[in-house]
C-alpha cells in the first residue's frame, strides 16, 4: 500500500485531526495525520465590513464562511486520497481574538459583532485601567461591555453571556461555553497562578456598576476558562450539521478548548516556552513573548495574557500591518494588466518584496503610515492610510516598497522597544509567521532590522494558525500523562523542524531607527489627516 493510500485509509479510520482559524481575511481549514503534518487544506475569503462605524462579521457569513471552508476541505481530501472525510480524531476552532459578542437568555445576539478592529471604547479602557492597576485594551471584552454601560446601551441589562468569536462558534459546536486561557486572557485579565480570572478584579468590576441595578455579575457572563488539554467537550448532532450541512461529518468528535490566534500563532511556531516569542504578521501584527517574570509596571502598549497553557505573555498588538501593502500591489497590478500582462500575484509580490531590500536603509527619506483602521499604540481613533515625500526624498521603487514594509511594522516597534530596551525582556528566539513572511527573506530581514534581533521563519510558518489549533487538537487526545505541551511541541512536533534563521544587518537597525525618528515625529502629520477628514 502506497502513501497515499496509507492516508486515506487513516482518514476513513478517523484518525485524522482537523483545525479551523478564522482569520481576518481568510477562513482556513487544516488537517493532520499521525506525523503533526498538513495533509489536506481548506479555505475561504471573507472580509469585515464598516457599518455605522463598527468593524463587525455578520453573523450568517461566520457560517457560509465556516462551512464554505469545511466544503473546500472535504473536496482537497477527496482530490488527494479518493475518500470522503465522515469523521476525526479531534478538532479545534479558532478565530481573532477579542472584541464583544453578547447574548440573550435565549442566545440570541443583542448587537453586531464588534471585532478587534474597533478603537471605540477609550473611556471605558481608560478607566478600568485605572481601577485594576492592570492596562484593558480597548479591544478587549470587558472593555467593550463597559463602554456600552456608559454609553448607556439598552442591550446592557439583557446580556446573559459575552464571549469571543472561536467561543462563539465552540459554543454552537459543542453546547460547552468555555474558552481556551490564551482567548479568555483578551477577555478579563488572568491570575497566571490560577489560571483563572482574576478574583479581585471580577469583585472590583461588580463594584464598579453596581449602582446600574444590573440582573447579572461579571462573573456570570464569562465563558469558563481552560488550559490545552483540558475536556472542552465533543461535537453534538447539531453542531456537526451546522459545520457540514450535508450530513457526512460524524458527532462525537473531542474538540479542545477554543483558542485565539495569538495563541495557535504562538503553537505553530514552537513559542510556549518562557523566554521564546513570536510575530504574527498579517492584515494585523502582534508580538508574543513568554515572560520569565511580570513586568515592572503597566504600558498602554503592551498586554499581559497568557499560552494556550496558561503561562504570562507580553503582547504587542497593534490593528494595522499589510492591508494598505496589500493595496499597492494591488494597484501595480492593475497597472500591469492595464497592458495586457497576466499577473501572477504570488511573483508581483515576490518581485516587489525583494526590490525593497535594494532601497536605501532609511527608505530614502520617504515616510508611510499604514492605518487602514484606528491605531491605539499610537493614539488614533481612525485609520488614514498616509504615502509622504518631500522634494528631497530619493523616490523610487526600491524606497517606495522598502517604506511601505518598514512603516506595516512601525506601531508594533514601539512596543517592542518597551520590551527590549525598557524591560530589558530576554528573548531566545523569535519565530516569524503570517503573510509578511512568505516572500522568502524579505520580511524576516525586515523584521530583524525593526527590533534589532535574530528571526526565525520555519518552512511550515505559512501553515499558521489553523495548524496552530489542530496541533492543540491533537495535544488534547494523544499527550502522555503528565506531558507538557512544550514538551509536546518540542519532541514530537518540531524535533526536525527545518527554517533558517536571519541576524540583524547593522545597516538596516540603523536605518530602522531613522526612518522610526520620522515615523514619531510625523504623527502629526497623520493625526492633521484624520482631524481634517482627508
Known amino acids: 500500500m502506497g502513501k497515499r493510500e496509507e492516508i486515506g485509509e487513516r482518514i476513513k479510520a478517523g484518525k485524522t485531526v482537523l483545525g479551523i482559524e478564522l482569520g481576518s481575511t481568510r477562513i482556513k481549514a487544516v488537517l493532520i495525520d499521525e506525523d503533526k503534518s498538513p495533509i489536506a487544506s481548506g479555505s475561504y475569503d471573507w472580509e469585515n465590513q464598516y457599518v455605522d462605524h463598527i468593524w463587525t462579521y455578520d453573523m450568517d457569513e461566520v457560517w457560509k464562511g465556516l462551512q464554505g471552508c469545511y466544503r473546500d476541505l472535504v473536496k482537497d481530501v477527496q482530490g488527494k486520497y479518493g475518500v470522503r472525510l465522515t469523521s476525526l480524531a479531534a478538532a479545534g476552532i479558532s478565530a481573532m481574538m477579542h472584541g464583544y459578542l453578547a447574548f440573550d437568555d435565549k442566545g440570541e445576539l443583542l448587537v453586531p459583532f464588534r471585532t478587534w478592529r474597533n478603537t471605540i471604547t477609550g473611556e471605558a479602557s481608560e478607566k478600568l485601567s485605572g481601577l485594576f492597576s492592570y492596562h484593558i485594551p ?68 461588580d463594584a464598579l456598576v453596581a449602582d446600574y441595578g444590573f440582573p447579572w455579575k461579571i462573573r456570570e457572563l464569562l465563558p469558563k476558562v481552560l488550559v490545552a488539554g483540558q475536556d472542552a467537550g465533543c461535537l453534538t448532532e447539531e453542531g456537526a450539521k451546522l459545520l457540514d450541512p450535508s450530513g457526512s461529518l460524524m458527532p462525537g468528535i473531542p474538540m479542545c478548548p477554543p483558542e485565539g490566534d495569538a495563541g495557535t500563532g504562538m503553537t505553530a511556531t514552537n513559542s510556549v516556552a518562557v523566554r521564546t516569542g513570536n510575530v504574527s504578521a498579517g492584515t494585523s501584527v502582534f508580538a508574543m513573548a513568554v515572560l520569565e517574570k511580570d513586568l515592572s509596571k503597566p504600558y498602554e502598549e503592551i498586554d ?39 499577473v501572477d500575484m504570488d511573483h508581483l509580490f515576490g518581485a516587489l518584496y525583494n526590490k525593497a531590500l535594494e532601497g536605501d536603509p532609511d527608505c530614502g527619506g520617504l515616510l508611510a503610515y499604514n492605518y487602514f483602521s484606528g491605531e491605539h499604540i499610537t493614539g488614533f481613533d481612525e485609520g488614514r492610510p498616509l504615502f509622504v515625500r518631500s522634494p528631497e526624498s530619493r523616490f523610487n521603487l526600491a524606497n517606495f516598497m522598502r517604506v511601505h514594509l518598514y512603516t506595516s511594522l512601525g506601531a508594533l516597534k514601539t512596543g517592542m522597544d518597551i520590551l527590549l530596551k525598557k524591560e530589558n525582556v530576554t528573548l531566545d528566539r523569535i519565530m516569524g509567521h503570517g503573510g509578511l513572511f512568505k516572500t522568502k527573506g524579505v520580511g524576516q530581514r525586515i523584521l ?73 515625529r510625523g504623527l502629526a502629520v497623520e493625526r492633521a489627516a484624520v482631524d481634517a477628514g482627508i
Open 304 to 342: 499581559l495574557v497568557t499560552t494556550p497553557a496558561g503561562d504570562l505573555v507580553a503582547m504587542v498588538h497593534c490593528n494595522n500591518c499589510t492591508s494598505d501593502l496589500n493595496a499597492w500591489v494591488g494597484l501595480f497590478r492593475e497597472f500591469a494588466e492595464a497592458f495586457g500582462m497576466d
Open 448 to 520: 530583524a532590522g525593526a527590533i534589532n534581533t535574530p528571526v526565525y521563519v520555519m518552512e511550515t510558518a505559512g501553515e499558521g494558525g489553523a495548524w496552530g489549533i489542530a496541533l492543540l487538537a491533537d495535544y488534547l487526545v494523544h499527550r502522555e500523562d503528565g506531558e507538557s505541551l512544550t514538551d509536546y511541541l518540542a519532541e514530537k512536533v518540531f524535533h526536525d523542524a527545518k527554517g533558517t534563521g536571519m541576524d540583524p544587518v547593522s545597516e538596516d537597525v540603523e536605518g530602522y531607527e531613522r526612518f522610526m525618528e520620522k515615523y514619531t
Open 138 to 205: 480597548q479591544r478587549w471584552s470587558i472593555a467593550h461591555l463597559y463602554q456600552a454601560v456608559l454609553n448607556g446601551e439598552e442591550h446592557v441589562k439583557d446580556v446573559r453571556f459575552i464571549t469571543t468569536l472561536s467561543g462563539y462558534i465552540h459554543w454552537k459546536l459543542t453546547g460547552q461555553k468555555v474558552l481556551g486561557s490564551g482567548d479568555a486572557a483578551g477577555m478579563f485579565p488572568m491570575n497566571i497562578a490560577d489560571k483563572d480570572y482574576d478574583s479581585v478584579m471580577l469583585d472590583q468590576f
